[in-house]
């Protein structure tokens, strides 16, 4: 699975969006000065947060390791697509909007799949 860095480098080099290529989610396809997928880790940790989640209590929703989370959002890692998309499907997100601030921040078809599941 590649990761978040990998998948935008092609999608600019084909002329897409980062996140149709990843995800099939429409987006702006244009490069800009630094890749977007940088910044996963500074919105993950805004959403969790403003959801009152736990490092622990999103990794549990997402079928992740607690320092799979904790890596991500310091920065440490860059996660793959896999791992963005268990991410958004637990915090009830879009993942292009995750990985690389592309679309809107939620999609209409995603709920919070940590709602139903218990922690």
Known sequence: MPRLDTVEKVAYALG???????????????????????????RLQAVRQSQQLSMRALARAAALTETTVRATESGQTIPTIATVEALAVALGISPAWLAYGIGPQVLA???????????
């Not at 244009?30 to 940088?38: F, K, T, V, Y």
């Open 16 to 42: 897409l969006s980062p996140g149709f290529l990843a995800y099939g989610l429409d987006g702006e396809g244009a490069p800009i000065e630094s890749l977007r997928g940088g910044g996963v880790g500074g």
């Open 109 to 119: 078809s995603r709920r919070r799949a940590s709602a139903s599941a218990p922690l």
